[in-house]
């Protein structure tokens, strides 16, 4: 367990380093091609309620998805974690204006107060899709996040209050895709990558 949580610290060194290295117009190149990959998906298109996350700088830039969700009048959720606890939720985006009025947190991630009440995706219906952020991915679908557990306590929490899991795209770049990822047995596992290059995934 020490070691996987060691080997997994020393691979986000790695990885936030090669996202370092990505060039804002590379970032951009990528970032489209996953977005068209995205919008033309089957998944996406059916899907009604979208958690997506607001995109840090060295994260596939998630824009143009968040202004297509409201184009195609779909419902958008966000997260809102709580600092100095695992707990997550997925909150509604009323708008795309919104979001530049939201406040910043200390990691420079938007997102609404604690005290600003929302809809919860949870508590009104689950989610038909969540894209899902993080540093590295694998072709088995094993995941790397930032190291705080959010995601894979959110999805826990969502399974057991509603029996069934939502569907889970990871958004990537070519850069965050490895031979292989630690995981330990809290780690879900995601349904498919999308990245900008070419990507074979198993059958699920
Ligand atoms: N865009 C985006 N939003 C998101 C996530 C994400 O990965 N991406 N999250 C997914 O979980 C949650 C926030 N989780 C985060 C976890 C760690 C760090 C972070 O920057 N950590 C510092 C180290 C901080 C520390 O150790 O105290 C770092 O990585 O340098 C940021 C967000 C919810 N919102
Ligand atoms: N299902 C869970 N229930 C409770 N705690 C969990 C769960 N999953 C992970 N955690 C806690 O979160 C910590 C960090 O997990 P991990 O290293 O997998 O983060 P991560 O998946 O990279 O982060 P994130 O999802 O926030 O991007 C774990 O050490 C564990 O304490
Ligand atoms: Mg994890």
């Keep these: 367990m020490a070691t996987i949580q060691a080997a997994k610290r020393a691979l986000r060194a790695q990885l936030k380093q090669r996202l370092a290295a990505l060039s804002d117009l590379e970032k951009l190149r990528q970032s489209q091609a996953v977005t068209?990959?995205?919008l033309s998906?089957?998944?996406y298109q059916s899907a009604q309620r979208i958690a997506v996350f607001l995109s840090m700088s060295d994260e596939v830039q998630t824009g143009d998805i968040i202004r297509d969700i409201f184009h195609q009048g779909k419902?958008?959720?966000i997260p809102r974690y709580q600092p100095r606890s695992t707990h997550m939720d997925m909150v509604r985006l009323g708008s795309l204006e919104e979001i530049n009025q939201l406040p910043v947190t200390t990691w420079n991630i938007r997102q609404p107060g604690e005290e600003d009440c929302r809809e919860e995706a949870l508590a009104t219906g689950g989610l038909d899709l969540v894209l899902?952020?993080?540093?590295?991915?694998?072709?088995e679908g094993h995941r790397l996040g930032r190291g705080k557990g959010y995601y894979d306590t959110f999805l826990e929490r969502y399974s057991r209050h509603l029996s069934e899991k939502p569907y889970t795209i990871a958004l990537a770049y070519q850069e965050q895709i490895c031979d292989s990822i630690p995981v330990t047995e809290n780690d879900f596992e995601i349904d498919e990558i999308i990245?900008?290059?070419?990507?074979?995934?198993?059958?699920?």
């Design 36 to 38: 068209r990959k995205l």
């Design 41 to 43: 998906h089957h998944r």
């Design 75 to 77: 419902l958008c959720f």
């Design 132 to 139: 899902v952020p993080g540093l590295g991915f694998d072709k």
């Design 195 to 204: 990245c900008a290059g070419a990507l074979e995934m198993p059958e699920k």
